[in-house]
């Protein structure tokens, strides 16, 4: 399996390459959609990609972990965590990637 990692020069690349738009133009709206993104999730909102999957943030609770090596235990503070839950179609699609 290929250790290639898709980059937002990539992401602007193949709008240039699929929409017609400048370069420059295809990098700005690769920004734009992404801000877009990071701006709905700090707000707490969902983002939602058909066919793909959603978006959400998550508020976790402070709690008390303990440190493996030591057995000590540890307060964990209260924080968002970003997760992603992938749509069926993407589940599929990957899945039957993986048997080539």
């Known amino acids: 399996m290929a250790n290639k990692t898709l980059t937002r020069m990539d992401l602007s ?6 929409v017609g738009l400048s370069r420059n133009e295809s990098a700005q709206l690769v920004e734009s959609v992404l801000d877009e993104m990071s701006d709905a999730l700090v707000r707490g909102e969902q983002v939602k990609i058909s066919s ?7 508020d976790k609770s402070a709690r008390v972990g303990r440190n493996p090596k030591t057995g000590e235990e540890v307060p964990i503070n ?5 997760t992603f839950r992938p749509s069926h179609l993407m589940k599929d699609r990957v899945a039957d990637g993986n048997k080539r």
Not at 13 to 18: G, H, K, T
Not at 52 to 58: D, I, L, P, Q
Request: overall charge positive; proline content about 6%.
């Open 52 to 58: 793909f999957g959603t978006f959400s943030v998550r």
């Open 78 to 82: 209260p924080r968002r965590v970003l």
């Open 13 to 18: 690349e193949a709008v240039f390459r699929e």
